[in-house]
């Protein structure tokens, strides 16, 4: 089935909308969340969550892609998930990694989640960020701050030395850190507490969280098939 078709039953109000998306986008969903997570439960429920999300906000919401907007949404609830899980827990090397990494992008004494612009503003900002830089180098900020992949990973992906990957995120976080600090100069007290990993996911599109009652079956246990791991999110 086609994304315009899934759409055009989301649409309808249809619940073959949630079964169509669970066929079509469950592997690439479910290996944003399970790399993200470490734990296939929570990661399945974090699946579940987006197939909830997804039938929310279409309509009025008509993505473009589907597949991005799906990853985008999992990503969110993930990174919800996280924040409940280490709030009294230390997290793991991995993301702890991404965190000190993304504690350099400052601006001064302030640290991006402190930043005096507002969500709109950091979310054009990031937008513009993202086209000044080199294809490979865009493609290996987003993976690493977006999907969350290893550094290991993304020089698998790209077919490079984890040296270059590492020396890539460096320049990005320099460039980053730089138009935080213009930006932040030419606001006047508006203050945001977003952070970078967040917004860097909201850069395509800001999502509206919306109220409404979860669909019969939007719940679907399921076995996880072998592309959950495998995908990779190489679809997006």
Not at 16 to 21: D, M, N, V
Not at 85 to 104: C, K, S
Not at 117 to 134: K, Q
Request: proline share 3%.
């Amino acid at each position: 089935m086609t994304d315009e078709e899934i759409i055009s039953l989301y649409f309808a109000r249809d619940e073959r909308a949630l079964r169509a998306t669970d066929e079509k986008y469950h592997g690439l969903c479910a290996a944003i969340a399970v790399r993200m997570l470490g734990s296939f439960e929570d990661a399945e429920e974090c699946v579940n969550d987006t197939w909830f999300s997804a039938w929310q906000y279409i309509p009025p919401k008509r993505p473009a892609v589907l597949g991005t907007f799906l990853a985008r949404i999992t990503r969110g609830h993930a990174l919800s998930r996280l924040r409940r899980t280490y709030a009294q827990r230390r997290p793991d090397r991995h993301m702890a990694a991404i965190g000190d990494e993304l504690d350099t992008v400052s601006t001064g004494e302030m640290s991006m989640e402190d930043s005096v612009i507002d969500r709109m503003a950091l979310t054009e900002l990031l937008r513009n960020f993202l086209t000044t830089l080199s294809a490979e180098d865009r493609d290996i900020f987003l993976r690493r701050y977006w999907f969350m992949d290893s550094v290991e990973e993304i020089a698998q992906r790209h077919g490079i030395p984890t040296g270059t990957v590492k020396s890539s995120l460096y320049r990005s976080r320099k460039k980053l850190k730089k138009r935080l600090q213009q930006k932040t100069k030419q606001d006047d007290g508006k203050e945001t507490r977003r952070t970078v990993r967040r917004a860097t996911g909201r850069a395509a599109q800001a999502v509206a969280r919306p109220n409404g009652a979860r669909p019969n079956g939007a719940l679907m246990n399921r076995a996880w098939p072998d592309e959950a791991l495998s995908n990779g999110g190489k679809g997006v």
